[in-house]
């Protein structure tokens, strides 16, 4: 049986240009599709452009434009963007398409013929920005959370979707389908918006003398239709829906990847319409979380929107890549820094990967005649690197099954870290000096091995270093599927050149702007004495093992490494910001002399400290270096 993968990025919207954030969803879009194709899938890849709207006309008008080459010049830039970023889709569609109108009004007609359309007064606070209206309850101090200004009020007649039919519907399915939205905090929140108050029905048009930007209604050509009920259909127009193969082979194994400030369009808005079109469900909503920079959303009157080429043209694209794959765990937000973008590549990227590779080549060109050697048996050490092939199949295994890719990355650059580990201890320069060359062959063989699986594992974050990599072990071009024994003996290596290199971390002054508006606070607590600080006990500690804890989705149960003979076990609500797997190895900081107490039933036996975030992200406080367990923190 075929196995397929549809994956969608939202239709980005065409009221400006692109920043980071599209970049990061397309790209993340992009990796899925080709993880995919390395485990045997058939893919395909939608991206495209939303272009109707109030938003995008007035945005023209203030570029003394017309709409239409106002939306031509933005989708192009859109457009353009993607071959920059390695990005591979297989379709780009557009709302002011033909294919995608007829297919408006095909749904729009097939609604209203069904009785789930009607017409009505209406009365309410419309955001522009956000080309909704607003419920007084949403509004933050009288303003869009989002945009922070005051909706107008607007009184028009509308033709109205009745998704208030679907409310108990769409609970049920999404309670019994579990992974329907993902991850569980975003399946909560859209569950928390179904269950709090009776689902109003959806506003789907607007009359066409205050908006003319926009599709027809079929059956009342007073009216245009309003843009989600216009742009959501697109991820089905672009298929040839509903007779089209494209549709019939793909829609089944939908994948839409959207960010969160859309959720509740695409997790509530749209399952309604393709119930009430009689339209099978997508199978999953995968949702990701903002690119902040100094820890709030990016914003154009701040001036702290980025845009990512000026990062590809400064550091790579590949790099760009891998630092977004790095950087955001899917759902969470993420900060964005030049700085971190450029010690990531140092670090990681350079120092570890490039490291590995110049260092394996080199050895190879030396010790072996710059030829891949036939091993004569086992490599010392066999059973760990059986390990890591293991970890680095289970890794691509789990990305097609949760799509996140931070783990995935996370992973590889792991079995680097040991494989740069053993070929330290395995010192094959030692070897060679005393002649015991069928050992140092054994070694060179299983690392070049390991550097062509790695560079398979790592080919959809970084299309052309991954090539690269292959190339230097004497491999011309990479499978179109992942292939464990790619490597032969035989190969020539190039140990001349290197994968990257080193950048100078920008200075503060040159990176990029702070956010002249800062993010509410908790409130800070009252002063205390210097004697009741000094009642804290704070030490480093490492985390030997970890493990969720059954029934919770908030904590994990660590043993503790703190200096003492027996340890500690400590229970802590950090199972949404870090994965067991994540947590072993850390070091971090513990409050040591909390008294004990039981949580679902385990004793924990102090406090992991933490610094909040905003929208509830935690981060470890941790060592600058590693340090003596049991050290105490002052």
């Not at 003319?212 to 309003?226: A, C, M, N, Q, R």
């Not at 989600?228 to 089905?236: E, P, Q, R, S, T």
Request: hydrophobic share 40%.
């Amino acid at each position: 049986m075929t196995k397929r993968a549809y994956f969608t990025t939202p239709i980005y919207y065409v009221n400006g240009s692109p920043h980071i954030g599209h970049a990061y969803t397309s790209v993340l879009v992009d990796m899925l599709s080709r993880y995919h194709k390395l485990l045997g899938y058939e893919t395909w890849f939608l991206t495209g452009t939303d272009e109707h709207g109030d938003k995008v006309m007035r945005s023209a008008e203030k570029q003394g434009m017309t709409t239409t080459a106002f939306v031509d010049q933005i989708s192009g830039e859109f457009r353009a963007l993607l071959p920059q970023l390695h990005i591979a889709n297989d379709d780009f569609i557009r709302t002011t398409e033909e294919r995608h109108k007829k297919v408006v009004r095909q749904v729009m007609q097939n609604l209203y013929d069904k009785g789930e359309i009607y017409s009505a007064q209406y009365g309410g606070r419309y955001c522009f920005g956000c080309e909704r209206f607003y419920t007084d309850k949403e509004l933050v101090d009288g303003k869009c959370p989002d945009h922070d200004t005051e909706p107008e009020w607007i009184e028009e007649t509308n033709y109205y979707f009745r998704m208030s039919n679907y409310q108990d519907w769409l609970i049920s399915h999404i309670k019994g389908h579990p992974d329907f939205i993902r991850p569980e905090k975003f399946r909560n929140k859209a569950l928390s918006f179904l269950e709090a108050e009776p689902l109003k029905d959806l506003s789907i048009s607007r009359p066409a003398s205050r908006l003319s930007w926009g599709i027809p209604l079929p059956f009342d050509e007073k009216h245009v239709t309003y843009v989600w009920f216009d742009a959501l259909l697109n991820y089905c127009s672009a298929l040839g829906y509903p007779d089209g193969e494209l549709f019939q082979n793909f829609w089944p194994e939908a994948q839409h990847i959207t960010a969160k400030d859309i959720l509740i369009p695409h997790g509530i808005y749209w399952p309604c319409m393709l119930k009430a079109a009689g339209i099978p469900l997508y199978n999953h909503l995968n949702v990701h979380g903002y690119w902040q920079v100094d820890a709030a959303k990016m914003s154009k009157s701040r001036g702290t929107v980025i845009n990512p080429l000026d990062l590809v043209q400064k550091y790579g694209v590949d790099a760009f890549r891998y630092y977004l794959a790095r950087e955001m765990r899917l759902g969470n937000d993420a900060d964005f820094s030049e700085v971190a973008l450029v010690n990531c590549i140092n670090s990681e990227l350079n120092d570890d990967l490039g490291n590995f590779v110049k260092r394996i080549t080199g050895m190879v060109a030396k010790y072996c005649d710059g030829i891949v050697p036939a091993p004569n048996g086992p490599a010392p050490d066999q059973e760990l690197l059986d390990g890591l092939e293991r970890k680095i199949m289970d890794a691509l295994q789990r990305c097609a099954q949760e799509i996140d890719l931070h783990p995935v990355v996370e992973s590889l650059i792991e079995v680097v870290r040991s494989m740069n580990k053993y070929i330290t201890d395995q010192a094959p320069w030692t070897k060679y000096k005393n002649g015991d060359t069928a050992t140092v062959n054994g070694l060179m063989y299983a690392s070049a091995r390991m550097i062509g699986l790695l560079a398979q594992a790592l080919q959809p974050v970084m299309p052309e270093k991954s090539l690269e990599m292959l190339a230097l072990i004497g491999i011309p071009e990479r499978p179109v599927e992942i292939d464990p024994d790619l490597v032969k003996p035989g190969g020539k290596v190039n140990s001349e050149r290197a994968l990257f290199q080193k950048y100078e971390a920008p200075a503060l002054e040159d990176a990029e702007p702070a956010a002249e508006v800062r993010p509410e606070i908790t409130p800070f607590r009252d002063e205390i004495e210097f004697d009741d600080f000094m009642k804290l006990d704070l030490r480093t500690a490492t985390v030997k093992t970890a493990e969720r804890v059954p029934k919770s989705d908030k904590l994990l149960r660590m043993d503790m490494d703190d200096g003492t003979p027996e340890g500690r076990q400590i229970v802590a609500g950090i199972a949404k910001h870090y994965t067991p797997e994540e947590m072993v190895g850390r070091q971090v900081v513990i409050v040591a002399n909390l008294k004990p107490r039981k949580l679902m039933g385990l004793l924990s036996q102090g406090m992991v400290l933490c610094a909040h975030g905003e929208g509830g992200a935690i981060r470890l406080l941790t060592p600058e270096a590693v340090v003596m367990n049991g050290g105490s923190v002052s």
